[in-house]
């Protein structure tokens, strides 16, 4: 058995809760893919499942709190044998379930989907594992890190979905299992019908060790570099801290007590006060896929570079904002003016200069000195607050969209390796790392999470490509996921269609927003 220490960075998704994802299968009697193959069977999936899995042994381990040092994670893992300590591995669940509908009653086909889909009555519940993971109770050695729910339908096609606890994995750590284990069950598929298949599997890379290297200064060191922590505070990220909020919080008990394990350690300098009265958790939250077409990407992008401000604001063409940028400085900038209609509506008065928030999720595997292996898995992901004032985001001159896409392209320009060297170095001495929040939902803020280039629209079982790819995120205001649209290609010909740009086939954006807000956003004629 083995016992790992996980990186700092893993430590501080304790608070993000987990990782989920559903992929949505054609059956083969589907009209839009007669040519597809049957899906593979739920015995076939747990096969290829457990064969992906001796190549991720850890997330059958135990995820625990370091013993002497309650902010850090450790797994333990590695065979079913019992010790008095750890005990034996919880493993991964596999739940087998059978909807009474066809899967077009839940996804309709993807040129048939409105540019707005109202996903709002979306059935999460049928298709995702409903039971506790690990990283909700630390302390409960029988909690699994990982489940897995396969869904069939009626016509045949089937719901592969995932659930993790976050540290363990982010959305690339995610996605290149699933892609792990469609080219598995695919090779398990080949072998019984003796044709010969080539999965050209990279190994997966667990070794958190790598990431907390990258730090700084010396981690063994019991006090901070002081010009090192400075360092690490001017990066634009927000530090909420919960132990500081009592008053207000909705949940005191679960958000803001001070956990047991923490009470008689040092404390670390406290954060800011969490905003919780931003946050109406009885306002209902409407949920909608939108989506922008290649053309529509191509002209936001056009407007923001063709404007004077951008060629002011962005001198140095290493900075220069992409598609990517303009995309989301559009949807923040609508999102914000409609959620300035309702406070004018409801007091008739608004705050200019109050500051609007875009919690920006940054992956840094690219980012640290030096690189991580683009095969590692784990949870190396910093959130950066893009700020404005109401005003600067909410103005409808011309220049508004290269304004605030080139502000987003030079806050995260600022994770360079030496400051993330010294972030890293700043949360190896903090006793509780995961105590800040770095995000936060309600009216001042969109918290942004961007699964594009993670290929999932390429995990194919045997029966084909997705017909749809769904990042799963809470049902909360102010939440927006960013993911490639659906190829508009048929099954048999997908292979021989290579997309040259991730925008090919469109973006959809998946949005979370308070029900008044998202009708302001939908009527607004400059969203489209």
């Given at each position: 058995?083995?016992?790992?220490?996980?990186?700092?960075?893993?430590?501080?998704?304790?608070?993000?809760?987990?990782?989920?994802?559903?992929?949505?299968?054609?059956?083969?009697?589907?009209?839009?893919?007669?040519?597809?193959s049957p899906p593979p069977t739920p015995d076939q999936l747990q096969a290829a499942l457990?064969?992906?899995?001796?190549?991720?042994?850890?997330?059958?381990?135990?995820?625990?709190?370091?013993?002497?040092?309650?902010?850090?994670?450790?797994?333990?893992?590695?065979?079913?044998?019992?010790?008095?300590?750890?005990?034996?591995?919880?493993?991964?669940v596999f739940l087998v379930a059978r909807a009474d509908c066809p899967l077009v009653d839940?996804?309709?086909?993807?040129?048939?989907?409105?540019?707005?889909?109202?996903?709002?009555?979306?059935?999460?519940?049928?298709?995702?594992?409903?039971?506790?993971?690990?990283?909700?109770?630390?302390?409960?050695?029988?909690?699994?890190?990982?489940?897995?729910?396969?869904?069939?339908?009626?016509?045949?096609?089937?719901?592969?979905?995932?659930?993790?606890?976050?540290?363990?994995?982010?959305?690339?750590?995610?996605?290149?299992?699933?892609?792990?284990?469609?080219?598995?069950?695919?090779?398990?598929?080949?072998?019984?019908?003796?044709?010969?298949?080539?999965?050209?599997?990279?190994?997966?890379?667990?070794?958190?060790?790598?990431?907390?290297?990258?730090?700084?200064?010396?981690?063994?060191?019991?006090?901070?570099?002081?010009?090192?922590?400075?360092?690490?505070?001017?990066?634009?990220?927000?530090?909420?801290?919960?132990?500081?909020?009592?008053?207000?919080?909705?949940?005191?008990?679960?958000?803001?007590?001070?956990?047991?394990?923490?009470?008689?350690?040092?404390?670390?300098?406290?954060?800011?006060?969490?905003?919780?009265?931003?946050?109406?958790?009885?306002?209902?939250?409407?949920?909608?896929?939108?989506?922008?077409?290649?053309?529509?990407?191509?002209?936001?992008?056009?407007?923001?570079?063709?404007?004077?401000?951008?060629?002011?604001?962005?001198?140095?063409?290493?900075?220069?904002?992409?598609?990517?940028?303009?995309?989301?400085?559009?949807?923040?900038?609508?999102?914000?003016?409609?959620?300035?209609?309702?406070?004018?509506?409801?007091?008739?008065?608004?705050?200019?200069?109050?500051?609007?928030?875009?919690?920006?999720?940054?992956?840094?595997?690219?980012?640290?000195?030096?690189?991580?292996?683009?095969?590692?898995?784990?949870?190396?992901?910093?959130?950066?607050?893009?700020?404005?004032?109401?005003?600067?985001?909410?103005?409808?001159?011309?220049?508004?969209?290269?304004?605030?896409?080139?502000?987003?392209?030079?806050?995260?320009?600022?994770?360079?390796?030496?400051?993330?060297?010294?972030?890293?170095?700043?949360?190896?001495?903090?006793?509780?790392?995961?105590?800040?929040?770095?995000?936060?939902?309600?009216?001042?803020?969109?918290?942004?999470?961007?699964?594009?280039?993670?290929?999932?629209?390429?995990?194919?079982?045997?029966?084909?490509?997705?017909?749809?790819?769904?990042?799963?995120?809470?049902?909360?205001?102010?939440?927006?996921?960013?993911?490639?649209?659906?190829?508009?290609?048929?099954?048999?010909?997908?292979?021989?269609?290579?997309?040259?740009?991730?925008?090919?086939?469109?973006?959809?954006?998946?949005?979370?927003?308070?029900?008044?807000?998202?009708?302001?956003?939908?009527?607004?004629?400059?969203?489209?």
């Amino acid at each position: 058995r083995q016992s790992v220490l996980l990186s700092i960075v893993d430590a501080t998704h304790i608070s993000s809760g987990t990782a989920e994802t559903v992929l949505f299968y054609d059956g083969p009697d589907s009209s839009s893919s007669s040519s597809r193959s049957p899906p593979p069977t739920p015995d076939q999936l747990q096969a290829a499942l457990a064969r992906t899995l001796d190549a991720y042994p850890q997330w059958c381990g135990r995820l625990y709190r370091q013993p002497g040092r309650p902010g850090r994670l450790m797994l333990t893992f590695g065979g079913a044998g019992i010790d008095d300590i750890h005990g034996s591995d919880p493993g991964v669940v596999f739940l087998v379930a059978r909807a009474d509908c066809p899967l077009v009653d839940l996804v309709p086909p993807v040129h048939q989907r409105a540019p707005a889909w109202d996903v709002s009555a979306f059935p999460l519940a049928l298709l995702m594992p409903q039971l506790t993971l690990s990283v909700s109770n630390l302390n409960d050695p029988a909690l699994p890190s990982v489940a897995v729910q396969v869904t069939s339908f009626t016509c045949g096609g089937m719901a592969v979905a995932l659930k993790i606890s976050h540290p363990l994995a982010d959305a690339t750590s995610l996605a290149g299992f699933v892609l792990d284990w469609a080219a598995n069950t695919q090779q398990q598929q080949q072998q019984q019908q003796r044709q010969s298949y080539n999965s050209n599997i990279e190994a997966p890379i667990f070794d958190p060790e790598l990431l907390d290297r990258c730090a700084a200064g010396d981690p063994n060191h019991p006090d901070p570099e002081p010009q090192l922590v400075a360092r690490a505070l001017a990066l634009p990220c927000l530090r909420y801290d919960t132990w500081i909020s009592h008053e207000g919080c909705p949940f005191p008990a679960r958000w803001t007590e001070i956990p047991e394990e923490f009470r008689s350690l040092p404390a670390d300098p406290p954060g800011q006060r969490v905003p919780w009265e931003e946050w109406d958790l009885k306002a209902p939250v409407a949920r909608y896929v939108i989506h922008f077409s290649q053309g529509d990407l191509q002209r936001l992008w056009q407007e923001a570079t063709s404007s004077t401000a951008a060629g002011k604001e962005v001198s140095d063409t290493t900075l220069k904002f992409s598609y990517h940028d303009a995309l989301v400085a559009h949807v923040w900038s609508c999102v914000n003016r409609a959620r300035r209609q309702i406070e004018v509506s409801e007091t008739n008065v608004t705050d200019d200069n109050a500051t609007v928030y875009l919690n920006y999720t940054l992956g840094i595997r690219k980012r640290t000195h030096p690189p991580l292996p683009d095969r590692f898995v784990g949870s190396p992901t910093v959130a950066a607050a893009i700020s404005a004032t109401s005003q600067q985001v909410c103005s409808e001159e011309t220049d508004t969209l290269a304004h605030l896409a080139t502000r987003i392209r030079k806050t995260v320009a600022l994770f360079t390796s030496d400051n993330l060297a010294a972030h890293l170095h700043m949360k190896l001495h903090e006793q509780c790392p995961q105590r800040m929040w770095p995000s936060f939902p309600g009216r001042r803020h969109l918290v942004v999470t961007s699964w594009v280039r993670t290929r999932l629209y390429e995990a194919d079982f045997g029966s084909g490509t997705p017909r749809y790819v769904k990042g799963v995120m809470p049902s909360v205001d102010g939440m927006l996921h960013v993911m490639e649209g659906a190829p508009k290609v048929t099954a048999a010909c997908l292979s021989s269609s290579t997309a040259s740009h991730w925008t090919d086939h469109g973006v959809d954006v998946q949005l979370h927003l308070a029900k008044g807000a998202m009708k302001n956003l939908l009527q607004d004629p400059t969203f489209w």
